[in-house]
């Protein structure tokens, strides 16, 4: 990544912090201005280990003497590698961490599922079976008026002997046998469907225990995964200010001239008015956001490509239940953060790619997927306004092509977004 690279996505990353709270967005700001402002004045503002970073003075003093010079080289290069080193470290242990948090989320979505599917069919069958022993009882109700178990006793007793009642007779002792067969098949199916009912309730009672058992290990790994890209993300940032201040230190000592400093300062000047100009277009571009009247705003503009819910995998390693609706827009298109919240994850999530989770209050969450890579445009802790921009479409993870899946989860369960969307203020089609 060139310097100017790596300064065209400090301006992109920037955003207004007018409505923001979060701590590490604001430091990781402050440590790249006050590295910058120190340079403009012939000094650095160093981070933590200070001590270990040479400073303008050390360079302009280096210069004087070949060997020093060469010294202050060798030095400043085994800096800037081992920068680099850091942030793949961390940057590998971040994409570990989400790709587990990932594998257990979905654990959890999939025992949901299976714990409602189960529980609705208990409900069914509890339905079902009140309804054969309603049958049954009334069933029952009608052999006591007709005389209950004296029943053929009655009918023998109020019979006479002509061949006509003895057929009467006979009529009356076939209904009355019937009716008997008929109660007792119907007690016997009430109180199979009532075991049965026991059964998948029972099913539904230990698969609800499971998934929560799944639920807290995807917690325990959403908080590794959040340590592990807040790691990454504060690596990156340093080396991002660090080493454009290293490699300028390196070219000076290499260069025969001043003239390598003089052009950094001016480079240095030059990129702070373009953040400065970025940050207002970006403030100014604020006010475009659309927010319903619940306080609600669509995530990004386009037409649904895939729904909640089960479906045939669109592609090698999609899961075959979808727990979002996926949006189709352009690469690099912006994503808004559905409803005002606070950053919960922010980084790689194994199948979701880059992903951002926000939670809107309420037991409400949103999740924000297939991000493009360094297009997170905020970070764990911030908070956000709704219609606030948080982040670019991409095809990270599994994805065949740029798109957005967003999710609501309520109480950390997948919701259908469309419907909820709906009722919201903000519909998505």
């Not at 793949?88 to 257990?104: C, I, L, R």
């Not at 993300?233 to 400093?261: I, Y």
């Not at 503009?301 to 895939?306: A, L, Q, R, V």
Request: glycine share 12%; hydrophobic share 40%.
């Amino acid at each position: 990544m060139t310097r100017d690279d790596r300064a065209q996505r400090r301006v992109r990353s920037r955003r207004p912090r007018a409505r923001r709270r979060g701590v590490r967005g604001t430091g990781a700001r402050a440590l790249l201005t006050g590295i910058l402002a120190a340079a403009l004045v012939g000094g650095i503002a160093m981070p933590a280990h200070a001590d270990d970073y040479p400073s303008w003075t050390d360079v302009q003093n280096a210069k004087s003497n070949q060997a020093a010079a060469q010294a202050e080289v060798t030095k400043i290069e085994g800096l800037i590698a081992s920068l680099k080193t850091q942030v793949q470290q961390t940057q590998d242990a971040a994409v570990k961490a989400g790709d587990e948090y990932h594998e257990a989320q979905q654990k959890f979505d999939l025992a949901d599922v299976r714990a409602q599917e189960l529980q609705a069919q208990a409900s069914g069958l509890e339905k079902k079976a009140t309804a054969a022993t309603t049958q049954a009882g009334r069933l029952a109700a009608e052999l006591y008026r007709s005389g209950g178990g004296n029943l053929t006793a009655n009918l023998f007793l109020s019979g006479s002997k002509s061949s006509k009642d003895a057929d009467k007779l006979l009529d009356h002792l076939g209904a009355a046998s019937k009716l008997v067969e008929n109660t007792s098949g119907i007690y016997e199916q009430a109180e199979q469907a009532r075991n049965t009912a026991k059964a998948m309730s029972d099913q539904a009672s230990a698969a609800r225990t499971e998934r929560e058992g799944l639920r807290n290990d995807a917690d325990t790994a959403l908080q590794k995964a959040t340590a592990a890209a807040k790691a990454a993300q504060d690596a990156l940032a340093t080396q991002q200010a660090q080493s454009t201040v290293l490699e300028a230190q390196l070219a000076a000592l290499k260069d025969t001239t001043t003239k390598t400093v003089a052009r950094y300062q001016a480079g240095v000047e030059a990129r702070r008015k373009a953040a400065e100009a970025a940050e207002a277009a970006a403030a100014a571009a604020m006010a475009g956001g659309s927010v319903g009247s619940q306080g609600w705003a669509v995530p990004v503009s386009g037409p649904i490509t895939d729904y909640f819910g089960w479906r045939v995998s669109p592609c090698s390693g999609c899961t075959s239940y979808h727990e979002g609706t996926d949006i189709g827009a352009y690469c690099g298109a912006t994503i808004y953060a559905a409803h005002a919240g606070t950053v919960t994850y922010a980084g790689w999530n194994g199948g979701y790619g880059n992903f951002v989770l926000l939670d809107n209050g309420g037991g409400i969450s949103t999740g924000y997927g297939h991000i493009v890579s360094g297009g997170i445009l905020v970070s764990y802790g911030e908070s956000v306004g709704a219609g606030e921009p948080i982040a670019r479409v991409g095809s990270t993870g599994n994805s065949t092509g740029c798109h957005l899946h967003f999710e609501v989860r309520e109480g950390g369960s997948a919701i259908n977004p469309v419907p909820f969307m709906a009722s919201h203020g903000a519909p998505l089609t």
